[in-house]
């Protein structure tokens, strides 16, 4: 269809239509256009580039600042909190070491609350007769009160010694920072308190009992007048939250200690503002873009974390305002450059209409290459201009993705057969392991469990069990180095090494000696296990057992805390040889059970990067009380999970329970 410029225009005069004419038939109309449409491009480019570099140079210097006065300020908070208790541990040195009558200890009281002014109130609060034989609680208590220094007697106020401030330091001997709280009956206001114990002193200096607490408390106001110093661009603002999440410096006051920003994001819906918070607790320091969840307006969120407290002090950095001058500057460069096409518009019209009617076929032929039809014509392949040129390079394109997509399609099918031949790896190694349980249905001497879970499609952990004979069972479980294939094909070789080297006529030591050498020769990988094997005697509760560098099982029963098997060391399988093995034995009394594990559950890490620990394990398997070795198996695995919450599993991890339960 042709452009009418009367339906656009209105009624063009015949003068005007002539030279629409002739932009359509003048060469030197087309080679202004060629020029148009350059200027235009590198135009473009400019502003985008510009706007671009302006935008993330002006992001970069506000996240440095940001950073700076959000690291500063929480440095300068952490400082002034750590001075607080640099002096309260000073006092209860002086408690300890001089003499001490009431008058002495309200004057001392006073002159702390007078002459810091970072301390809200303070309070020797004494243990129960520990000011004077004939009186039980004595806690003088002076603070910044509207009408100056206000005195409150915490012992008629209330029962202080079940307060956590005075509770926990004397409990622990060791000073201790609260969480925010309001003191009802004390301050009256919100505060934390750092508490301090002092102690009794005996000869040699050696430190009796703790005869009561110091305290320095710290106002909520007085933190957010220091929180509120933070002022970016005009209406950027700073707010402090608890290492949980609870707001303790926020604009809306009402919430304060109310609230938690990742609670009130649920209650307002705002997913942002829930990635915001969890960013936040996450994360010590960072910078992240909020959205409009803090302040409603789209803005960036800087935040660092309190060394002492792990509280984190965000600065909310709003967009608009950050860059105004970015958006002034490519405003104005916009309408430089709109200028200068409108002075090039007129030459370049008609030529820029000879160009569009050859790229609109060019544009039909590619719309079919995009639907998949590559066996197409381009009418302008013969051209010598740029259109020509561009119609064979969209030829050559159309070459290169046939091509392309054969490559592809070889490489789908590729894929999945790789895939496919994973998941039939991770079949096989299942069932290169017992998975039946009860294992031995019509055997009531001894309950068995086992589970193996790999941290890729395979892995290198195993675990076996068979009878030798009548009345001895066999059990080990191993871990090889690394994961995947190469591990999963070395714990095939070696599980299968121990069903064959471990007999009634061979010791057990023996028999990792076998392995070992068996394993050394032709391991260019340098690949190695660790392996516990252990044979019970079902009728007298007699196990030996021996360890190649593995894990410590643990022992217990319903009537006895658990504890790990005596160490007896010994090499890992598949490095060197000759390897030395000890044997080690303990008889079973009836039902005590044996837990076997491998360190995919020792060190499985949680979100904070910590390990669930050994000592974790020893507590969980505390818990356990008379069930079956698959509920004990499935606790601990349930703990190991909820510790985890969610962090995606680093290593294999398999667990094996025996309990030994003899006819009576």
């Known amino acids: 269809m042709r452009w009418s410029g009367a339906k656009v225009f209105g009624e063009i005069p015949e003068r005007n239509l002539k030279m629409l004419h002739w932009f359509r038939s003048s060469i030197d109309a087309k080679v202004t256009a060629v020029v148009l449409l350059s200027t235009s491009l590198v135009l473009s480019l400019v502003l985008s580039i510009t706007g671009i570099l302006s935008r993330s140079f002006v992001r970069s210097g506000a996240e440095t600042e940001a950073m700076r006065m959000a690291t500063t300020t929480a440095e300068t908070i952490d400082d002034e909190l750590s001075s607080i208790a640099t002096t309260t541990r000073n006092l209860a040195y002086a408690i300890e070491t001089g003499t001490w009558d009431e008058r002495s200890i309200n004057h001392l009281l006073i002159t702390i609350v007078q002459n810091n002014r970072d301390i809200f109130g303070s309070t020797i609060s004494f243990a129960p007769f520990e000011f004077d034989s004939g009186i039980k609680a004595y806690a003088p208590y002076y603070y910044k009160g509207t009408e100056g220094i206000t005195f409150v007697q915490l012992a008629d106020s209330y029962n202080y010694f079940e307060k956590e401030w005075f509770k926990k330091p004397v409990e622990t001997e060791s000073p201790f920072w609260s969480d925010p709280y309001f003191d009802e009956g004390g301050g009256q206001t919100l505060m934390i308190t750092y508490s301090c114990p002092f102690f009794k002193t005996r000869p040699v200096n050696e430190k009796g009992p703790a005869r009561g607490a110091i305290t320095a408390d710290v106002s909520l106001d007085h933190l957010t007048e220091m929180v509120s110093r933070i002022k970016f661009e005009q ?232 009878l030798l004979d009548s009345d001895h069972l066999c059990v080990s479980v191993g871990d090889v180095s690394g994961k995947g294939t190469p591990a999963a094909l070395f714990m095939a070789v070696t599980k299968y090494l121990i069903e064959a080297s471990v007999g009634l006529e061979t010791s057990i030591d023996r028999a990792l000696e076998k392995i070992n050498s068996l394993l050394v020769k032709n391991n260019d990988s340098c690949m190695f296990v660790t392996v516990f094997i252990g044979v019970l005697n079902l009728k007298t509760g007699e196990m030996v057992y021996a360890s190649a560098g593995h894990n410590s099982p643990v022992i217990w029963a319903s009537n006895r805390e658990a504890e790990f098997l005596e160490a007896i ?60 070795s698959k509920g004990i198996t499935e606790q601990v695995l349930s703990e190991v999970d909820k510790f985890c919450d969610g962090v995606p599993q680093s290593d294999d991890i398999t667990i094996m329970v025996l309990r030994y339960t003899p006819e009576t």
């Open 569 to 628: 060391g010994g090499p890992i399988l598949g490095i060197v040889e000759p390897g030395n093995f000890r044997i080690g034995a303990i008889t079973f009394k009836s039902q005590e059970a044996l837990l076997i594990y491998t360190d995919g559950i020792t060190e499985a890490f949680d979100v904070r990067n910590e390990v669930f620990s050994e000592e974790r394990l020893i507590r969980t398997v505390n818990e356990v009380h008379e069930i079956d």
């Open 235 to 466: 209406t950027g603002y700073a707010f402090l939250v608890s290492n949980k999440g609870e707001l303790i410096v926020w604009p809306q006051k009402d919430l304060i200690m109310r609230e938690t920003i990742l609670g009130l994001a649920l209650r307002r819906n705002d997913a942002r503002l829930t990635a915001a918070g969890e960013e936040m607790l996450n994360h010590r320091v960072g910078f992240f873009d909020a959205g409009p969840s803090l302040n409603g307006k789209d803005s960036f969120l800087a935040f660092s974390s309190l060394p002492t407290f792990g509280w984190r002090l965000g600065v909310v950095i709003p967009k608009d305002e950050l860059f105004a001058q970015t958006y002034m500057l490519e405003r104005i460069l916009f309408l430089v450059g709109v200028a200068g096409i409108l002075l090039l518009f007129t030459a370049s019209l008609i030529v820029s209409r000879s160009i569009t009617a050859p790229l609109k076929r060019v544009a039909s032929v590619t719309d079919k290459i995009g639907q998949g039809h590559f066996d197409v014509d381009f009418v302008e392949k013969d051209r010598t201009d740029e259109i020509g040129q561009l119609a064979r390079s969209f030829i050559s394109m159309t070459d290169s993705l046939k091509t392309y997509m054969e490559y592809l399609t070889q490489a789908t099918a590729k894929k999945e057969r790789i895939e496919s031949e994973l998941r039939i790896a991770a079949d096989i190694q299942r069932s290169m392991l017992p998975s039946h349980f009860p294992a031995f249905p019509e055997r009531n001497d001894f309950d068995i469990y086992a589970v193996m879970r790999p941290a890729k499609e395979v892995g290198g952990d195993f675990f076996d069990f068979f």
